[in-house]
């Protein structure tokens, strides 16, 4: 019966190091190597991109010409010219107000309206709405932006029909409106999610209490609701901001035009680097783009931290 | 116009219309409601805007590629299958269809089968400081966003040699993939009993034979719904080819759209409108089918 | 076959937990042997450690003639029954049989004919294309203990095997595996912590608590003369009464009364000696009358067992269980003697808990 076993003694006597908690027999080395091609992806395509982005920043690198092929180390120089333009200002406040509008108020609360209203709905119309927001979030960027060129069309868009304004060139008299409105439109469904799950985690007893009592529906919104799902609220608001504030897709609509008006800091880096081959410049911004996601991602870090300890 | 379902007419639905109450109190309670009432109504008129709003573009998308005549008013179409037939002989079209696959399914399977073997080995092997590397690699894929990243990648890619090849695309993809993708399986991972490989290796099974036979099958659910994901999210992505690629035999579906209505002079609407549905059927299909069947998670959701 | 061989086995957690310490044992060709004792003594961590499934850390382990202690556990010889079974959910009864034959290179077709042949062994026939998921808990046991002696084990190991049976199938499924093990002559070693299970199945039995063993020795020794109190109080199906006493004169003194030293004690015990006197509830009779040698007592609870009655008797401070007939059985509140069975007690020291004599 022991021909079943083919390894002679002595090697199964050789010490072999197996941790006490390695259930298939990987071993560390092995471990490692199952790892590995993951990790060297990641370190080469997001990891180095980040670091090198400092070094790049600091050179005078450009798409073409001379310093393509030998750039030159300048120091702080591109982040001097960069906070000295006041394009780079104009860009960083259209930023600020496409993420405080088109983000944290406008997903925020249309996504909490929608959650809300839907929220004691059942049947087709709640999976109408519901698919409808869903389907815009999950459209592709570029079907999703030329749907908002026909919709916005000056001649024959929709938008104009309903509101009898024709000939109104909306994305040049109110770019920034419309890139707004679009990515409001792009974007709620996350919120929306968010808060139906967090609302369908408020205790129902608790709502009943206030109603007993007599509060109104806003009062019943302010004294249980937002108390109880206030980390929902952290969490979307800092997501939404991280994720506004790295959106590309107001480029598909309006190209961050008419004039830079809606030339929002990730459509600038893009004009500054790729069309207008000024990649170390270009990389000077991203690095304090970089800085600001870092900044938006620990706060969420915290917040979430801060969630689960209690 | 007259076609546009109007759906967030619902709220008014739930408005129950005020009882009388009580004769004594019912000067006070008048007033209160029909303040509660009027603040409903025009809660429901908000709400009805809303939903209108989404609804519009939706429609467009839906309607227009079945209308002989498209135009940029939505309108009931003049029903016809032509804008396909038309789209199938347009050679950039279909082939932008094909390149958006092959880019997906590539990054799928590198993203899939590194992402898979890192996660196994994270969660059956304790290594010092695991779940600090594994939040570090999550926080550094929300951080290094395509944007914020997009110049120096563009430059290492162009010193790399792999400036408008798929190579170079699928490697960004899957690098700003991969940490989401680990963590995701990782949770997967540890939650399939570790008796299963125990039990495989009493009988001599080493540790690739166990990954085979005992770990993949179980864990098919979990990494089919990792493939299928990502698809999903290479499959809309515009920034990583759009500035990676250059030649328009390569580009993806998600850049040709894009092209389709910004260079052609006089945009072909019969066309593009036909192009965008089919262009978007695969991701919403899908979406509805996985959002129906597993519920709707975010898993950290990036979406890059 | 082959037997098993322990030495200063010692298998630390990383923390410093010692899930087993400094454990001698050997286990000898074909027995079934049993490892018993309350949850998180180290039962799962002994069998683990002699699967190859847990490193260990010190002493060695030998199977047959093998020094295995740090063998991989593919090469050991050793099958194992879990106690989810770990059935694979993605392969049917057949190849889930097969498995183990699998990973040995045999040919299909031969797998497949000895999955048969061993699922009939167990009454598996007709199961062989279901998935586990389709099968009860009796059956998934049974398929699990086929995939495991399927390849013929010199060893084969059980963690609580019939945990997850309900108590009518758990009756029957100790018979089955009794016979099984008996018709297969392999080594068997099995966790479990009831204590019946044990005592109904093993050859031999070994007592383990906070890792480290107590007592190893037949169901019958183990039950009749344990080595200490821990052991006394663990086997049986009602714990026996322990209760201190000294030693007064040639006989023992618990409370005012007085009972002879236990046979085989004369001799090992001084006057004034602190002691625990022990007797299983089984081997005290109850009696309304007065009687030499019985101590006056007052029932407080009456409980039926069935086909006897399970009496808690005040005694002074002292409190004793008694299995009474089913027709003696008395009321709460009456007074009567409880009488040991002389030759049926033991003796403890107060001190090291250790069984004297
Ligand atoms: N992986 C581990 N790491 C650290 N300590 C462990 C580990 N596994 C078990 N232990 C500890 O070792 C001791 C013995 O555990 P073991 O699982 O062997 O107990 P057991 O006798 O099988 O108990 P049960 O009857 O509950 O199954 C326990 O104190 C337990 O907490
Ligand atoms: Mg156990």
């Not at chain 1, 406008?106 to 209203?117: K, V």
């Amino acid at each position: 019966m022991t021909t079943t076993v083919t390894t002679p003694a002595g090697s199964a006597i050789a010490p072999r190091r197996r941790r006490a908690d390695d259930v298939a027999g990987l071993g560390k080395a092995r471990a490692g190597i199952f790892v590995a091609p993951a990790l060297i992806i990641i370190g080469l395509f997001l990891l180095f991109p980040a670091v090198w982005t400092i070094w790049l920043g600091s050179t005078d690198y450009r798409l073409t010409g001379l310093q393509a092929a030998s750039p030159e180390f300048v120091g702080l120089d591109n982040y001097v010219e960069a906070l000295t333009d006041p394009s780079f200002w104009n860009s960083l406040w259209l930023t600020l107000i496409f993420v405080l509008f088109s983000g944290i108020i406008g997903q925020t609360l249309i996504g909490f309206g929608l959650a809300w209203s839907v929220r004691n709905i059942h049947g087709w119309t709640k999976s109408l709405i519901e698919g409808l927001v869903l389907a815009a979030w999950v459209i592709p960027a570029s079907v999703a932006s030329f749907l908002w060129l026909v919709l916005l069309d000056r001649r024959s868009g929709t938008v104009n029909g309903l509101l009898g304004t024709q000939g109104t060139a909306w994305l040049i008299d109110h770019p920034m409106e419309s890139i707004i409105i679009f990515n409001i439109w792009v974007g709620t469904a996350f919120s929306m999610q968010l808060f139906s799950s967090a609302l369908s985690a408020v205790p129902p007893s608790q709502i009943e209490s206030a109603k007993m009592v007599g509060a109104s529906g806003w009062q019943q919104l302010r004294d249980v609701i937002v108390p109880n799902i206030k980390g929902h609220i952290l969490t979307n608001t800092l997501l939404i901001t991280l994720w506004t504030f790295n959106t590309f897709t107001p480029y598909l609509v309006t190209a961050g035009g008419p004039n830079g008006k809606t030339e929002i800091l990730s459509v600038y880096i893009y004009e500054t680097a790729i069309p207008g081959g000024q990649l170390g410049l270009g990389a000077a911004i991203s690095l304090i783009m970089l800085l600001i996601n870092l900044v938006i991602a620990l706060a969420y870090v915290r917040v979430s931290r801060g969630r689960t300890k209690r | 116009m007259t076609s546009t379902p109007t759906p967030t007419s619902t709220p008014t639905s739930t408005t129950t219309p005020p009882v009388a109450p009580p004769p004594n109190v019912r000067k006070v309670a008048a007033n209160a409601s029909l303040r509660h009432f009027l603040s409903r109504v025009a809660f429901a008129i908000v709400m009805t805007i809303v939903g209108v709003l989404f609804a519009l573009p939706m429609v467009w998308l839906v309607l227009a590629p079945f209308d002989a005549t498209p135009s940029l008013t939505l309108s009931w179409p003049d029903w016809t299958l032509d804008n396909f037939a038309r789209l199938f002989e347009n050679p950039y079209a279909l082939r932008s269809i094909g390149n958006s696959l092959l880019l997906g399914v590539a990054t799928m399977v590198i993203v899939v089968g590194f992402g898979a073997l890192a996660a196994y080995a994270m969660s059956r092997i304790r290594i010092p400081g695991r779940d600090g590397i594994l939040y570090g690699l999550l926080l550094l894929s929300s951080i290094v966003t395509g944007t914020a990243a997009m110049v120096p990648t563009f430059q290492i890619i162009t010193q790399l040699g792999l400036i408008n090849s798929y190579t170079g695309v699928v490697l960004v993809l899957a690098g700003g993939i991969l940490p989401t993708v680990i963590f995701i399986l990782k949770d997967f991972m540890d939650s399939i009993p570790k008796s299963y490989e125990e039990s495989a290796r009493l009988y001599g099974a080493g540790p690739f034979r166990i990954l085979r036979d005992v770990v993949a099958p179980i864990a098919r659910p979990g990494l089919a719904f990792i493939a299928i994901w990502t698809i999903v999210q290479v499959w809309g992505n515009f920034l990583v080819p759009f500035i990676l690629l250059r030649s328009p035999d390569l580009q993806p579906a998600a850049v040709v759209m894009y092209t389709f209505y910004t260079e052609s002079g006089q945009a072909d609407l019969r066309l593009i409108s036909a192009f965008a549905l089919l262009f978007s059927a695969p991701v919403l299909i899908i979406y509805f089918v996985v959002n129906r069947r597993y519920g709707f998670r975010f898993h950290g959701g990036i979406k890059s | 076959m082959a037997g098993i061989t322990a030495t200063q086995l010692v298998k630390e957690y990383p923390g410093g937990v010692r899930g087993v310490d400094e454990i001698d044992v050997e286990i000898t060709d074909g027995e079934f042997f049993a490892l018993l004792g309350p949850s998180g003594c180290g039962k799962t961590t002994l069998l683990r450690s002699i699967a190859g499934l847990e490193a260990i850390t010190s002493g060695t382990l030998v199977i047959g003639d093998r020094d295995v202690t740090n063998a991989e556990p593919g090469v050991r010889g050793v099958a194992m029954v879990f106690q989810d079974y770990a059935l694979f959910p993605h392969m049917d009864v057949g190849d889930n049989i097969a498995y183990p034959m699998r990973i040995k290179r045999v040919k299909r077709d031969e797998r497949r004919s000895t999955a048969e042949r061993v699922g009939d062994g167990l009454s598996l026939q007709g199961l062989i294309e279901r998935r586990p998921g389709q099968l009860s808990g009796g059956q998934q046991q049974r398929v699990a203990l086929a995939r495991a002696v399927a390849t013929t084990p010199d060893v084969l190991l059980l963690d609580e095997p019939l945990s997850n049976l309900d108590a009518r199938l758990r009756l029957e499924a100790r018979t089955f595996l009794k016979e099984l093990q008996r018709d297969l002559g392999v080594t068997t070693v099995f966790v479990t912590h009831d204590q019946a299970e044990a005592l109904a199945l093993a050859d031999r039995i070994a007592v383990m608590r906070a890792g480290k063993l107590q007592q190893i020795g037949t169901p019958r020794e183990v039950f009749q003369r344990p080595n200490n109190t821990f052991v006394a109080g663990f086997i049986g199906s009602t714990p026996m009464n322990l209760v201190p006493a000294t030693v007064e004169g040639g006989s023992i003194a618990i409370g005012d009364a007085r009972v002879p030293v236990p046979v085989g004690t004369e001799g090992l015990v001084r006057d004034g000696q602190a002691v625990i006197w022990g007797i299983r509830p089984e081997y005290l009779r109850w009696s309304p009358t007065e009687q030499p040698g019985g101590i006056p007592a007052v029932v407080s609870v009456v409980e039926n067992l069935g086909a006897s009655v399970l009496i808690a008797v005040h005694a002074g401070e002292l409190k004793f269980q008694v299995v009474v007939p089913e027709d003696q059985e008395p009321a709460p509140g009456d007074r009567g003697w409880i009488v040991p069975q002389a030759p049926k007690t033991l003796l403890f020291d107060a001190e090291s808990t250790q069984r004297i004599g």
